[in-house]
T-cell receptor
Framework: GAGVSQSPRYKVAKRGQDVALRCDPISGHVSLFWYQQALGQGPEFLTYFQNEAQLDKSGLPSDRFFAERPEGSVSTLKIQRTQQEDSAVYLC?????????????FGPGTRLLVL | GENVEQHPSTLSVQEGDSAVIKCTYSDSASNYFPWYKQELGKGPQLIIDIRSNVGEKKDQRIAVTLNKTAKHFSLHITETQPEDSAVYFCAASMNTGFQKLVFGTGTRLLVSP
């Protein structure tokens, strides 16, 4: 079946531009996660949604980062006034429900380069 | 908060050899430890996981061991094949009511034919 999809796969932005990254989770998955993966590093947690509710946003680096999931399915991560340090791969993952030990299925990521 | 350390950062083996990757974690409340394989240009894919009430788990050529006392867990791959070449990440889940994964820094495994 269809896995997690993300778009665009690549994004080049000039410093100061706003960007929006989209995540389509696996159909029916309640939980949705965003991670940031810097070059040569492991993914780092950004934020978590249970359906449309954003229950944890403790990993968002600054108030320039904003995520939403208005209808409990598709999610968008928005970065305002992008900076060079925002360059990274942004990964989205979904899981069936919020219980611990539930497998997270990752999308291919969006590679963001800020010039 | 939780901190996960992973070693080695790179590992080169000959086809057919075994490979071992080790991780340590800091938060004794962590109770779920997955391992992910990431190929170039792709997202991480779960290959095996273990929970804190189990000491060892095996799935064909892959096994994971957990030592809760020492806060260590390890990935063992036997009879390695060139297609095992990838970056492997360990992770630990903080007990926050949902699966908030903290990842290690990754191990690049190269299996030479």
């Amino acid at each position: 079946g269809a896995g997690v999809s993300q778009s665009p796969r690549y994004k080049v932005a000039k410093r100061g531009q706003d960007v929006a990254l989209r995540c389509d989770p696996i159909s029916g998955h309640v939980s949705l996660f965003w991670y940031q993966q810097a070059l040569g590093q492991g993914p780092e947690f950004l934020t978590y949604f249970q359906n449309e509710a954003q229950l944890d946003k403790s990993g968002l680096p600054s108030d320039r980062f904003f995520a939403e999931r208005p209808e409990g399915s598709v999610s968008t991560l928005k970065i305002q006034r992008t900076q060079q340090e925002d360059s990274a791969v942004y990964l989205c993952a979904s899981s069936l429900d919020r219980q611990e030990s539930e497998t997270q299925y990752f999308g291919p990521g969006t590679r963001l380069l800020v010039l | 908060g939780e901190n996960v350390e992973q070693h080695p950062s790179t590992l080169s083996v000959q086809e057919g050899d075994s490979a071992v990757i080790k991780c340590t974690y800091s938060d004794s409340a962590s109770n779920y430890f997955p391992w992910y394989k990431q190929e170039l240009g792709k997202g991480p894919q779960l290959i095996i996981d273990i929970r804190s009430n189990v000491g060892e788990k095996k799935d064909q050529r892959i096994a994971v061991t957990l030592n809760k006392t020492a806060k260590h867990f390890s990935l063992h791959i036997t009879e390695t094949q060139p297609e095992d070449s990838a970056v492997y990440f360990c992770a630990a889940s903080m007990n926050t009511g949902f699966q908030k994964l903290v990842f290690g820094t990754g191990t690049r495994l190269l299996v030479s034919p």
